[in-house]
Nanobody
Framework: QVQLVESGGGLVQAGGSLRLSCTAS????????MNWYRQAPGSQRDLVAT???????NYADSVKGRFTISRDNAKNTVYLQMNSLKPEDTAVYYC??????????WGQGTQVTVSS
């Protein structure tokens, strides 16, 4: 059984910062890509950032220059540093991981609310 647990969400004023973390636990060989998605009320779930096992990254245009994804392979953990937050960043943020021989898994989500 594999579990992804996110932390770090909360309420912040516009212009502020938050750091999300997601740790995978259970029977894990290694993790390929790790991703962050977000879903605002009434909207679809969108990809925010992705990082490969080797550290290559990609970002949605809406967060480029403000968000940074990173990972610690030894800890099976992915991070999302979010700076210069805007009200439109308000959403539930989900961790997503592609685990070798275990398939893809989702975290339970963490709420990020940015007040204007």
């Amino acid at each position: 059984q594999v579990q992804l647990v996110e932390s770090g969400g909360g309420l912040v004023q516009a212009g502020g910062s938050l750091r999300l973390s997601c740790t995978a636990s259970g029977s894990i060989f290694f993790i390929n890509a790790m991703n962050w998605y977000r879903q605002a009320p009434g909207s679809q779930r969108d990809l925010v950032a992705t990082i490969t096992r080797g550290g290559s990254t990609n970002y949605a245009d809406s967060v480029k220059g403000r968000f940074t994804i990173s990972r610690d392979n030894a800890k099976n953990t992915v991070y999302l540093q979010m700076n210069s937050l805007k009200p439109e960043d308000t959403a539930v943020y989900y961790c997503h991981a592609d685990l070798a021989f275990r398939g893809v898994h989702w975290g339970q989500g963490t709420q990020v609310t940015v007040s204007s």
